[in-house]
């Protein structure tokens, strides 16, 4: 077991003999930077050599900022991982978090001040500046600038603004039922939000995913029942803007999602008359562009009001997914986790399940087998 000081730390290798680390420039023309060193002794010993490296080092420790932290180690790493419109939000939450932070000396930050801070934000900036700076922060203990992370603590913060008379903000947390997603679906014919509605009220797409679809993504897969599945590849997402970005929330995001038949002939159909027309989506506006929030707001709700159901935002469309396919038609549970995208939480998930994609189409298939989706599917 290491013990770790605000200065560096001390690991036992073996009986008498301990490694202890810590931060120096030696002066020898490489800076400042991670030292090393095996004591044989006690650990008594070991801890008076690491007084004597800070006594004789503790003028060269860099005063490194925040800023400092967010800028060499922080931004470039989420950079290449995080989505666009996340890092949209994460540049958001750091202009919360420069004025107060930005200039600070990492060591001088203190629980109390923190709490201070916190309350003088509101609920969802706080939600998005601890986002942001609980990582941030954490580069700092690994490279053991610090012995502990001053934004991880628990801190009494903000609750979101009262709405609804409990002392919670009113979040729409509704679900629909298999039966209402099927009459949205049905209203939802040669509406131009038609095929984003089916792949994520029956293929658990995110919003973004499910507008982003082209015709080449798409294809048909007969599963062992008979039944005719259009498989769609999910790679890319739209913005808010209605661009097209060529990334994902995250890598395990992309994936194959399989709708059933009678809805897969929809979105075979769409796909179809896309590519004829020269269309870079198959959910387009009318003349192959992505569709922007606001007309994709009142398409959603247009098909909703037709349906002749209880208004919820289009993202519950996922979750709606999720919770009939393992509470009403009985799937695996950790099968929707490969089906929505999700990397799983046990080392079979993880590293060993790679299902082939027609075990994915015959397992959606053999679900939707005794669905009844009514009459009046006019292809």
Known sequence: MSQRSAYGCIERVDARRYRVRWWGDLRDGKGYRRLSKTVH??????????SQMEAAHHEDRPTMTVQDVFDRWYWPEVSKRIAKNTLSDYRSAW????????????????????????????????????????????????????????????????????????????LDKGVYTLEECIEIARAAHDNNMEVPIIL?????????????????????????????????????????????????????????VVIPAPLSGRVLRAAR???????????????????KIGK???????????AGVKFHLLRNLRNSWRTYMEWTLRVDPMK??????????????????????????????????KVDFGDGWDI
């Open 273 to 291: 008359v896309a590519y004829k027309s020269g269309y870079g989506f198959v959910s387009h506006d009318g003349m192959g562009g992505g569709i």
């Open 336 to 369: 929707l986790e490969l089906l929505m995208g999700h990397a799983g939480k046990d080392v079979s998930s993880k590293y060993y399940v790679r299902p082939t994609e027609m075990e994915l189409v015959d397992t959606v298939a053999e679900a939707f087998s």
């Open 296 to 306: 994709r707001m009142a398409w959603w709700r247009k098909a909703v009001d037709d």
């Open 41 to 50: 002794g006690s650990r008594r010993d070991a801890r008076l050599y690491l």
């Open 200 to 256: 994520a009220a029956f293929g658990s797409c995110r919003v973004g995913e499910s507008l982003a679809t082209s015709p080449s993504d798409v294809r048909v897969a007969v599963a062992g029942n008979g039944m005719i599945c259009a498989v769609v590849h999910i790679s890319r997402q739209l913005d808010e803007s209605g661009a097209r970005v060529e990334s994902l929330k995250n890598s395990q995001s992309e994936r194959d």
């Open 95 to 170: 202009r919360i978090i420069a004025p107060k932070w930005g200039s600070r000396i990492v060591t001088d930050i203190k629980p109390m001040e923190v709490q201070e801070w916190l309350h003088g934000l509101k609920a969802s900036q706080t939600t998005r500046a601890l986002t942001v700076l609980r990582p941030l922060m954490d580069y700092t203990v690994r490279y053991e600038m610090i012995p502990s992370n001053p934004f991880r603590v628990r801190y009494n913060v903000n609750k979101p603004a009262d709405t609804n008379g409990k002392g919670t903000r009113a």
